[in-house]
C-alpha cells in the first residue's frame, strides 16, 4: 500500500483517522501502532515481526544503558544494540552485494563461485535502522527523556507516515509529543492540505517525468538532446517524487497532531554542494553530522581530517542508499565536492564560487551526480555522460522522438519553473481566505484522483532504499 492510490486516500486513512479520533488519549499509540503494522503488513506480513523484533531489542538494549549505574555494562549494551541493528540491515540490504562481488572475485581467479540465494529488501529497512541507531544513541547520552511506555516507542518506529522514505526521525524530536501533543482543527486542515500539495507533487508531476526518464536511462548511447533530456527529467522527477513524500508524511503528521521535522528546502537554488547538503534531505544531513561526522571528529582534528571526515560521512551516506557501486561513486562525488568547497573556503552563507555562476554550476554538478545515481551500472551511467557531452550525437533520433510525448516536455517546464522562480508575497495573497484555500485544494485533489484513475501504479523512488 502506498500513498498515492484510492485505497489509501479514500479507504485507509478515513478508517484510522476515524479510529484515532474516537480513541482516548491513552490509547492512540496503540492506534498508531496498529495501523502502522497493518501499512507495512499489507507489503508483506512476516516483515512486521521483523520490525517488532528490531524495536523491542533496540528498547531492552535502551533500558539497560538507562538503568544501569556501571558505565561499562551501559556502553556495552549500547554497542550491542547498535551492531545489531547494523547487522540487520547489513544482511538484508548488503549481503547479496558482498557476496555478488566475491563471487566476481574468486570466479576471475578462476575459483568456484559462490551459491548465494537472493535477499528480498524489505522496505523502509534503512529508515527504521537509523531511527532505532538514534535512539539508542540518545538515551545512552540521556539527550532526551525516555519513553514513558513500550507502546510509544512502538508507535514512533513503526509510524505510517515515514517509515518508508522518511523524513528521519529522532525520538528526541518527538519526545514531548507523545506525552501531549495539539489536537485541534486548524493542524489537521493545514495537514490536510499539506498531503494534498504532496500527493500533487507525486502523481501530477513525478509520475509525469517517470515515462521519460525511464525511456532515456534505457537507451543505448543517448545523444546530447536526449541524455540532457533524461538527467533533467529525473532530476526533477526525484525531488517532486521524495519532497512529495515527505510533504505527505508531514501533513499526515499534523493531522495527528505531530510535527515532523522540514526535509527540503528548494535545494535547486543552492549555490554550492555544500548548501545542497542544508537544503536536500535535511533529517538525513543532520543524522549523519550529528552520529558520524561529529564522532569521527568532525572539523576538531585539523584540516586533513575534516576533509577525511567529510568524504568519509558522504561515502557511507551513499552507501546507505543502495548496495551498489554507483551509489558509493555517487557518495565519493559529493564527499569530494564538499571537501574542496572546504578547502577553497566555503563559508555556511556564502559560496566559493563566482556570484553569476555559483546556482547554475552547482545545479550542474547536482545533475552530473543523479546520472549515477539513477544509473543501474556504471557502465550505463557512462553511456549517459557520453551524451551529455556530446560524444553520441546532438539530436533526437527517430527511436526516441517518436516515444516523446508534448506533455512530458510541458511538465518538465513546469517542475523547472516551480523549482527556480522566485516566491513573492503575492504568491500566498491569492490563497489568503479560507474559501480559496479550500476550493484550490479541493480542486487539486480532483485532479490528482482523476490522474490516479488513468495511471499505472508508479511506486516512491525512494522505496527501494
Known sequence: ?????????????????????????????????????????????????LIFGVSALTYLAAQITLRSTSEKVRKRALVMGVVFDLLVLGYF??????????????????QDGLDFYDVLLPIGISFHTFQSISFLIDMYRKDAPPPDRFIDFLAFSAMFPQLIAGPVLRYKDLAEQFKTRVHSLEKFTRGMYRFIIGL?????????????????FASQNPTFVE????????????????????????????MIGFNFPENFNRPYISRSITEFWRRWHITLSSWLRDYLYIPLGGNRLGQSKTLRNIVLTMVLGGFWH?????FIIWGFWHGGLMALERVMGSKQSKSVWPERIALPFTFFLVVLGWVIFRSPTVAQSLQMYQGMFGLNGFGVSDAIAWQLRTSEIAILALASALCFLPRTASDKAIFNTPATRTAA?????????????????????????
Open 441 to 465: 485544494h479541493t480542486a487539486l485533489l480532483a485532479l490528482v484522483t482523476v490522474k490516479m484513475s488513468a495511471s499505472t501504479y508508479s511506486p516512491f523512488l525512494y522505496f527501494q532504499f
Open 322 to 326: 543502495g548496495a551498489n557501486w554507483t
Open 227 to 254: 541524455s540532457w533530456l533524461g538527467a533533467l527529467a529525473y532530476t526533477f522527477q526525484l525531488f517532486f517524487d521524495f519532497a512529495g513524500y515527505s510533504a505527505m508524511a508531514i501533513g499526515l503528521g499534523l
Open 200 to 216: 500533487a507533487m507525486k502523481v501530477l508531476i513525478a509520475d509525469s517525468l517517470a515515462p521519460m526518464a525511464d525511456l532515456i
Open 93 to 110: 540490504k548488503y549481503a547479496v552485494f558482498f557476496a555478488n562481488n566475491i563471487d566476481g572475485i574468486l570466479t576471475f581467479a578462476g
Open 1 to 49: 500500500m502506498v500513498f498515492s492510490t484510492h485505497l489509501f486516500v479514500f479507504l485507509f486513512l478515513p478508517a484510522f483517522l476515524a479510529l484515532y479520533y474516537a480513541s482516548p488519549s491513552r490509547l492512540k499509540s496503540y492506534v498508531i501502532c496498529g495501523a502502522s503494522y497493518a501499512f507495512y503488513g499489507w507489503w508483506r506480513v512476516e516483515y512486521v515481526l
